[in-house]
């Protein structure tokens, strides 16, 4: 497993940006898809961006598709979310997550997929 730590999360106006980064643990984090999930209050966690293991395959949610970029540097052991044209309804707790990558061609998008999850950090926007 690996160990992983939200940061850049913050408040933002609509329409402004924000990155999001999350540092991992191990000496396997290139064997992992990486995830970022978000979850509002009293909602349930959503997908929001996913990554496979070695970059080259990436998958979005359809609300943030456009807006919103993931990308991943193996030799810092980190992933980013890279997050512009926000809006209020991107106010969330937003969590990465790892994955045991199952193939290179293939990214995993669902919550149950995924083993290990940093505490989270918040965005929220405002009107």
């Known amino acids: 497993q690996v160990q992983l730590v939200e940061s850049g999360g913050g408040l933002v106006q609509a329409g402004g940006s924000l990155r999001l980064s999350c540092a991992a643990s191990?000496?396997?984090?290139?064997?992992?898809?990486l995830g970022w999930f978000r979850q509002a209050p009293g909602q349930e966690r959503e997908f929001v961006a996913a990554?496979?293991?070695?970059?080259?395959?990436?998958n979005y949610a359809d609300s943030v598709k456009g807006r919103f970029t993931i990308s991943r540097d193996n030799g810092k052991n980190t992933v980013y979310l890279q997050m512009n044209s926000l809006k209020p309804e991107d106010t969330a707790v937003y969590y990465c997550?790892?994955?045991?990558?199952?193939?290179?061609?293939?990214?995993?998008?669902?919550?149950?997929?995924?083993?290990?999850w940093g505490q989270g950090t918040q965005v929220t926007v405002s009107s």
């Open positions: 997550a790892a994955a045991p990558s199952l193939s290179r061609t293939i990214v995993q998008i669902t919550p149950a997929d995924y083993r290990s």
């Open positions: 191990g000496r396997t984090f290139s064997s992992y898809d």
């Open positions: 990554i496979s293991r070695g970059g080259g395959v990436t």
